[in-house]
């Protein structure tokens, strides 16, 4: 028996940072969408108490280190499963590119091994054990439009964007985001305005939602990696509404609302970087 689920790729519509805390973690406020690239994750069911990972990537283990693998380990021990599972990944989300690939595989493992090994465990439980996994698997667990908050486990439903181009456009760079977030001063950050996000976002109103694009981690981004920012530069100079980066880095997104405006955007970035897509936003 086997069955497939779809991990979708995330944005960053907008990226805050409101303080360090006890824990060592940061507490975040951030809008995430999903958008139309994703990996393919299949499950089949081992009667063998195993779980194995198989995927093509020369930047991704896998071992015990892969999300996957570790989403599939922790419902295993929580829940006292004795059936193993061999989990097959298609990777076609870049790798540390600040599009949660891994949070995402790890979702899809989740809500997959939820059906899969029939544990009837909700949503909601399902984003308590994925946070164990990493900050952005909760919101993943979800897979929509949300305000993440806390330290990523607080995910409040928004609407779906309005619909809308996305192009992205990654250096050949991995950025490693607890590299970027070792390196916040909370007191000399900048930040975007989040509420300004959300009530664009409740008005279906695309130019808004431009206009209130923000990502508070692109400074430090960019003073590590300049060519990130050449990258942002160019995109807004090929015809974008607006371009930002998303999460920590390094892909840098821009919307527009068109098709053809997109193929313009996507074709002139082309010449510029290696990895660039268009898709569109899920939401
Ligand atoms: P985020 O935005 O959540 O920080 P990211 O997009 O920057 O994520 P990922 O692609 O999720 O970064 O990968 C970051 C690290 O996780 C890499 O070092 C990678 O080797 C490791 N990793 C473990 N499992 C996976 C997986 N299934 N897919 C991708 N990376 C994985």
Known sequence: ??????????????????????????????????????????????????????????????????LAYQAANLLKKEYQVSQGVFIKIDKSIPVSAGLAGGSSDAAAVLRGLNKLWNLNISTEKLMQLGLCIGSDVPFCVYNGTALVTGRGEQVIPLPAPPSCWVILAKPNIGVSSKTIFHQINVEELWHPNTQRMVDAL??????????????????????????????????????????????????????????????????????????????????
């Open 202 to 283: 409740s008005a279906g109103d695309f130019a808004e939602m431009c206009e209130a694009m923000g990502n508070a981690l692109e400074s430090i981004t960019f003073y590590n990696y300049p060519e990130v920012a050449r990258i942002k530069e160019k995109m807004k100079k090929s015809g974008a509404y607006n371009v930002l980066m998303s999460g920590s880095g390094p892909t840098i997104y821009g919307l527009v609302e068109h098709e053809g405006q997109a193929q313009r955007v996507y074709n002139s970035m082309r010449g510029f970087c290696d990895e660039v897509y268009m898709v569109r936003i899920i939401g």
């Open 1 to 66: 028996m086997f069955l497939y689920e779809k991990a979708p790729a995330k944005i960053n519509l907008s990226l805050d940072i409101l303080g360090k805390r006890q824990d060592g973690f940061h507490d975040v406020e951030m809008i995430m969408t999903t958008i139309d690239l994703s990996d393919r994750v299949e499950l089949h069911l081992l009667e063998k108490d195993t779980i194995k990972v198989s995927l093509e990537s020369r930047f991704v283990p896998n071992d015990e280190r892969n």
